[in-house]
């Protein structure tokens, strides 16, 4: 989802005395959050679109704490959908509201909050003038760093508008930060603990009272901004903190988690990556399980976590490597096992790994995704009967493959096995078509029998003998 969408018409009122006369009713932003989350649920249309196995754990707590009203922070290590989550919720905003014309803060027409507002509000009654806002600028989403400072959050005196002669207590001096300007909408901040203490200790007075304090007087701003945060667990210890005050002003706190089923991992490698050439379901199939052994593995720091941008990533080598080799094989483009190792090589650096495990960085990498390639083939492959193959090898055949082996040369060269239909019975079960995927779906096969120990291998650079 963008946050932009693909927006209707704006309403046409142009003025107060219109937009009275259209029928339109005010509402806070926790209100309309609220209704149109229930007209969703009640319509069973789905809030969350492309948010994959959060369905019963985490998206049940997030729709309680929007209907309660609270700010919201989630806890989770990178790569869990933390900021996606918090983006999906500008779908939730109407997709159009009125703002008083020039209005910094996006100010309602009824309830105008800034002297400058209230000025024009007075004088020009029903003639003031209104432009409507779209729901995708009422999103603002700041990523918080260690030099963030009170000004980009809350702001600041403006020094411009002091040297133009008003007064240093004069409201109209203030520039407004980020939070002030989400009036009427969300903000969202991105590794809260990164915020220095003293940054989050002035957001306190914004998450309770709804005010703002800017150097030393209180510019009283009946605020009305929905507060949302994403934060590293571990951001606790190792970067920074939550500040307790802070962190008790958030009304829902909320635990994030990596896809528990293997079908809602295949589904965000899909959803999420941008594939060059076609990849075929087993090779995404694994690596998603090598993704998923890679988090269970003791081996890996699950303090830092394996992001769903490993997996994303490894799609995308993976039909990168497919482009290239069918490039210089002038053959279409579809990725094989032999393209499914160069996501390893690069994608290394990706992973922290414990303590006490350098120099087997690639050791680790590789047993996990030979895991990874045996159940997916004991899963896919079960039940057929590779006695005629694994005979025709042991009788002296050989299956060469690699990098430089071209789909319909590795295909000629398979060992003729009479009436069998075993090469067609792999095929159907992969739902492979074409040369490039045949090829694809024996190569795997052919790797499955090694990995049984059925079979030997041997390889030689970039050639890969199976015999």
Same mark, same amino acid.
């Given at each position: 989802m963008t946050l932009s969408?693909?927006?209707?018409?704006?309403?046409?009122?142009?003025?107060?005395?219109?937009? &009275? *006369?259209?029928?339109?009713?005010?509402?806070?932003?926790?209100?309309?959050? +609220?209704?149109?989350?229930?007209? !969703? @649920?009640?319509?069973?249309?789905?809030?969350?679109?492309?948010?994959?196995?959060?369905?019963?754990?985490?998206?049940?707590?997030?729709? &309680? *704490?929007?209907?309660?009203?609270?700010?919201?922070?989630?806890?989770?290590? +990178?790569?869990?959908?933390?900021? !996606? @989550?918090?983006?999906t919720l500008v779908g939730l905003l109407d997709e159009w509201t009125p703002v008083i014309a020039g209005s910094e803060l996006g100010e309602h027409p009824y309830e105008p909050i800034t002297v400058t507002a209230l000025r024009r509000a007075e004088s020009m009654g029903d003639d003031l003038p209104i432009e409507w806002r779209h729901r995708s600028e009422r999103y603002a989403e700041k990523l918080a760093t260690p030099d963030t400072s009170v000004a980009d959050l809350i702001g600041d005196v403006d020094p411009m508008k002091v040297a133009e002669g008003r007064s240093l207590g004069d409201p109209e001096t203030i520039h407004y930060g980020l939070i002030p300007r989400s009036h009427r909408g969300i903000v969202a901040i991105n590794e809260l603990p990164d915020l220095a203490e003293r940054i989050q200790v002035a957001m306190l007075n914004v998450m309770e009272e709804r005010d703002i304090q800017i150097r030393g007087y209180i510019v009283r701003l009946p605020l009305d901004v929905l507060v949302v945060a994403s934060a590293n667990p571990e951001d606790y210890t190792n970067r920074g903190r939550i500040i307790t005050p802070l962190k008790d002003r958030f009304g829902a706190e909320i635990r994030t988690h990596y896809p528990l089923a293997l079908e809602d991992e295949i589904a965000v490698i899909r959803q999420e990556a941008d594939l060059v050439a076609t990849v075929p379901d087993v090779l995404v199939e694994i690596l998603a399980r090598f993704t998923r052994a890679l988090r269970a593995s003791s081996a890996v720091d699950q303090r830092s976590g394996v992001s769903a941008r490993f997996s994303i990533a490894g799609a995308e080598t993976i039909a990168a490597a497919a482009l290239r080799r069918g490039t210089v094989h002038g053959e279409p483009a579809v990725a094989r096992l032999v393209d499914v190792q160069t996501a390893v090589d690069v994608l290394g650096g990706k992973v922290e790994f414990e303590t006490g495990e350098e120099g087997r960085e690639a050791e680790i990498l590789t047993h996990l995704l030979r895991t990874a390639v045996a159940e997916t083939v004991r899963s896919r492959l079960r039940g057929i009967d590779f006695a005629l193959l694994v005979d025709a090898i042991e009788s002296g055949a050989m299956v060469t493959t690699g990098d430089h082996v071209t789909a319909r040369e590795f295909l000629e060269g398979l060992p003729r096995i009479g009436e069998s239909a075993i090469y067609d019975e792999i095929c159907e079960r992969l739902g492979a078509t074409d040369d490039g995927e045949r090829a694809g779906a024996i190569e795997l096969a052919l790797e499955g029998l090694y990995l049984a120990r059925k079979i030997g291998?041997?390889?030689?650079?970039?050639?890969v003998i199976y015999g």
């Open positions: 969408g693909s927006a209707s018409p704006a309403p046409s009122a142009a003025t107060v005395g219109e937009l &009275r *006369a259209s029928g339109h009713v005010q509402r806070t932003l926790r209100e309309e959050l +609220r209704s149109n989350l229930l007209q !969703r @649920l009640a319509a069973g249309e789905d809030p969350w679109p492309g948010l994959h196995g959060l369905s019963d754990t985490v998206l049940p707590q997030f729709e &309680r *704490a929007i209907i309660a009203g609270h700010d919201i922070v989630l806890l989770g290590e +990178r790569g869990q959908g933390k900021t !996606r @989550l918090l983006r291998k041997d390889t030689d650079g970039s050639e």
